[in-house]
């Protein structure tokens, strides 16, 4: 199965928070990410999960 990577702008939009609030939880460890090199990518599902979000949360995209 192929995820659908997403940048921190990306998720930044879809989450309704910063760039930047963003790249802190990337630094102290709360968000999972995807290292390709340089840059970072995130995985919806995994970010979801390690958010608390469940199946009944409403979708913030």
């Known amino acids: 199965m192929v995820k659908e990577l997403l940048t921190v702008e990306e ?6 928070m910063s760039n930047s609030w963003v790249r802190l939880r990337v630094y102290d460890g709360t968000l999972p ?3 390709l090199g340089r840059r ?21 995209q």
């Open 11 to 16: 998720l930044a939009e879809r989450l309704k």
């Open 33 to 35: 990410v995807i290292r």
């Open 40 to 60: 970072i990518r995130f995985s919806w599902p995994d970010v979801c999960r390690s958010l608390g979000f469940t199946q009944g949360d409403k979708n913030p």
